[in-house]
């Protein structure tokens, strides 16, 4: 993963020209305002400070000081991770880097950090785009970050029980792979999905883009272990069980401030035998929201399911444009059918053929009825090939000076169309009153029984020398405070980290919080875990 | 509901004398030994001590004092409830029985119960099977029963987002009269469905004979409003959400003993159009279980699933034997296909109707595949009108001089045949030492992706003469015990309440039984909400 952005050199999505031109036009970006992110050893880091007689404690543990390991887990993914990064700002970089390789390597290193009050911060892939993996260090004596990516194996298979037992260092493709060379599937593939871990994943409740057919990540695990400062807990493997409290679901999604999570058994079905993804096309949002409603309240929702707004799909036409003659005759088609500048939507069916030809045929039934057009398996197939590098486009897009953005929320039908516009008002009146009007787009793509999720993505002209920040902040306090006022949560599978934590109290109220300091105390009194993260105040 | 044992009497169901008979001889128990309950006023309750001014402070709240009022409220339905109740034992009774209307008649009640340190007992249908309502007042000045049946009303509904809110004390009937007045369903059947609360299912995390298609309670409830000693926690309705550890399963299955559950947001369903239960029979077990095991993993498990044992499938056929020739024709057709003391499975669809006849020949194909044999719709007619009943045989038993129990369990697939044996075995060992050989049958009725539940009862000669509980004790804890040693959860869908308190630890581990404290501790700081129950010592 590169240091200063997403992803790897190798496999790097660029920005097509003509895009480039349009959106220096919309956004009213001058060509070569950019900025390059400076060298690596251009980076300013603090002094490295751990606490005497902390790396002889851990003398059996691996640990890194050198620059490229602080610099690379001194941050996340997100764009104002990126704009500090890219800007040599590496002063929340980690005393050092420990990477343990067992659950008793894990313990040693937090009995030893409670010990000499430094800072533990929990770190999988790092691709945390909410300020999750930011060591913190305010009234600690140092910070560490704890790797665990050589935590990476497959713990144990029950085929017969359909669940799998893995380590949380294991990065998605590595997890997929052994997995599906025992004709198994986890379906779990969020955006991140190359560069992030199995830990990671239940750390923060992610969803993948095929939750709405496998489930969410919290729905996917059935037991866990947590190793905290103060002792272990484990949540049984368990079918389902009516023992009281689901302790389960006080660590999943626990960020790192409770403990350390480490071993993870997680429901697995067998490998899809066939995949079909398909496009459609609707007339508008509205009317498409409406139509996954039904596909999903009627039980014929897709594994995959995905509607872009209107602002989306002109966007994504622009940004996938090759002018060919098949592309300008797709457009006709769209303009005669009375669907252009409408919205598109992505559909994926897996499983056995005759039953992914059964849903296939069943949701085709819900969504023609709903005013959708069918525009075939093409669009499915180009959204499947370049599904996981739209977040290298973040990096072509702050080399243009242009701010790129993403959030979300999830809320129920009833109160969908309002949030929609909550969200979207907000983020165009905040931008725009800084002079810098942004292109705002959404999309669907978990559904629900009684909700769904939406996606925004927002770019605006950057603003500069030193400003970039202070915009940043007033977009994302503005949507942030227009989804909860709008009833929506204000996080659907980003987590919460240091960015979301002010809203914390407005999600979960005033004795929620306490019932998580109270969590918190127990299993961590000196509070090392991950600091200022997730819990405010 | 009777005091002194199930439902009312209009509705009760006898035991025919041909199953009298043979069960008196197989369990050896002589005719005319067994005993009635005492009358009402032969109960032997002790002295209402009621604070000084507690009287006085909740003078807008509705307080009964009387009899009937605190003997129906001294007790859950377990077999040791019922054994004590009816040999008059009410030295469990509260003081009063307290019946806020209200969210804020409750808040009032705690605050005033906090301050003068008398117990609280959360009470909805009292059908709790594990001693959860039984009042117990060690180091307090009192008890009161807090009786939510007055708080009854639906509150809202959201058809589009197909969620209704509900008052606690709504009682299952009630419930589906008015959603399917609607066109809706909650498809929430436990076997106490006629005498037990919507709150109550939430509080003890219920699971419905429809469950394997429905959900479970927990898999309905989107929200939920908790009233705590020392304030408010709300977990808001939202389809999903990452913003940390899920609080609202930590208030789910939280069986009183943090506060008073009374807005609960759940899943609703349309109502289905269709309903088709019909038999089908296995010549075992082991047979039954593997297919349907398939039936889940391969998608195509029915709403209602339920494999009887070998056992229990005898005993049903005893219990519901008529002598008729369309019976012995029955019999007859079993015993030529091999199936003669094999077990019987009943399995029901519901929907609409292409899609309920599309599921059940999906299933058949599964179930025949797997050894299954079809007996048609008639033997899934008879369980559906008789589903309610089965609890009132415990009375009749209890009157003759047999000793009955239910116990549950879930367990993972790969593991659910040991776990079988393990139970079946210990209760067998256990009675069989104390001179009681008993019947012990199972059947499995909910289904999942990773695992099963195993639901036991058993049957044995009563001893007598003070004996009766010692008896109970030394089955349940022998049956308790093989259970966490093979793997399973000490209740599936029972809940823990006083009885299983003490396998938490098992359950949960030691610093699993502290996050509960701890949570109790910040919601309950004098810990008035049902002590004793749920987390022991």
């Known amino acids: 993963m590169r240091w200063w952005g997403w992803g790897e050199d190798a496999h790097a999505m660029r920005l097509p020209e003509a895009a480039e031109a349009r959106l220096r036009e919309e956004l009213g970006v001058q060509a070569g305002v950019g900025t390059r992110a400076l060298s690596l050893e251009d980076v300013r880091l603090p002094d490295a400070s751990l606490p005497d007689g902390l790396r002889e404690r851990l003398a059996g543990v691996e640990l890194r000081e050198d620059r490229e390991a602080r610099v690379s887990h001194a941050l996340g993914k997100s764009y104002p991770d990126l704009v500090r990064i890219r800007s040599g700002d590496g002063s929340s970089a980690p005393d050092a880097v420990v990477r343990p390789s067992s659950a008793e390597e894990i313990a040693e290193v937090l009995a030893a950090c409670q010990e000499t009050e430094v800072a533990v911060v929990p770190f999988g892939g790092g691709t945390s785009v909410v300020g999750g993996v930011e060591p913190l260090r305010d009234g600690f004596a140092g910070a560490v970050s704890l790797d665990l990516t050589r935590m990476d194996r497959i713990l144990e298979v029950d085929r017969e029980s359909l669940t799998a037992s893995v380590d949380p260092g294991l990065f998605g493709p590595a997890l997929e792979a052994r997995l599906q060379a025992r004709g198994l599937t986890l379906g779990h593939f969020p955006q991140s999905f190359e560069y992030s871990t199995a830990g990671g994943w239940v750390a923060t409740r992610s969803a993948g883009q095929a939750s709405t057919g496998y489930g969410r990540i919290d729905e996917l695990v059935e037991g866990v272990r947590c190793i905290a400062p103060t002792g272990e807990v484990t949540a049984r493997a368990l079918p389902a069980s009516a023992a009281g409290p689901a302790l389960r679901e006080l660590l999943v999604g626990s960020e790192g401030v409770l403990g350390v999570l480490c071993v993870l058994t997680l429901r697995v079905r067998p490998l899809p035998q066939e995949r079909r993804y398909e496009g459609w096309s609707f007339q508008s949002f509205e009317q498409g929201c409406e139509t996954f ?165 927002f770019m605006a002209r950057q603003e500069r020398d030193g400003a970039e920040l202070d915009q940043w902040r007033a977009a994302k306090g503005a949507a942030c405070d227009a989804i909860v006022s709008a009833g929506g949560t204000i996080t659907h599978h980003h987590a919460v980290g240091r960015d979301h934590a002010p809203w914390m109290e407005a999600e979960v109220g005033e004795r929620g919080l306490d019932l998580l300091r109270a969590a918190k105390h127990e299993l961590d009194p000196r509070g090392i875990m991950n600091p200022g993260k997730l819990i405010p105040g």
């Open 293 to 457: 409603r039904r596909l999903e309240q009627e039980g014929v929702a897709p594994d995959v399911a995905r509607l872009s707004d209107e602002q989306e799909t002109r966007l994504t036409m622009t940004l996938s444009s090759s002018g060919s003659a098949a592309e300008r005759a797709g457009r006709a088609y769209l303009r005669l059918r009375g669907h252009e500048g409408g919205c598109i939507v992505i559909v994926g069916f897996e499983g056995v053929p005759e039953t992914v030809e059964r849903r296939r045929r069943e949701a085709a039934r819900v969504l023609r009825s709903g005013g959708g057009l069918a525009l075939g398996v093409r669009p499915g197939r180009a959204w499947l090939r370049n599904r996981f590098a739209t977040p290298y486009l973040r990096d072509e897009l702050l080399d243009r000076g242009v701010m790129i953005e993403t959030l979300e929320t999830a809320g129920t039908w009833s109160g969908l169309g309002a949030l929609y516009e909550a969200v979207g008002g907000a983020l165009r009146a905040s931008l725009s009153a800084r002079g810098t009007p942004p292109l705002v787009m959404c999309h669907v793509s978990h559904l629900y029984p009684s909700g769904a999720s939406l996606y925004f993505t």
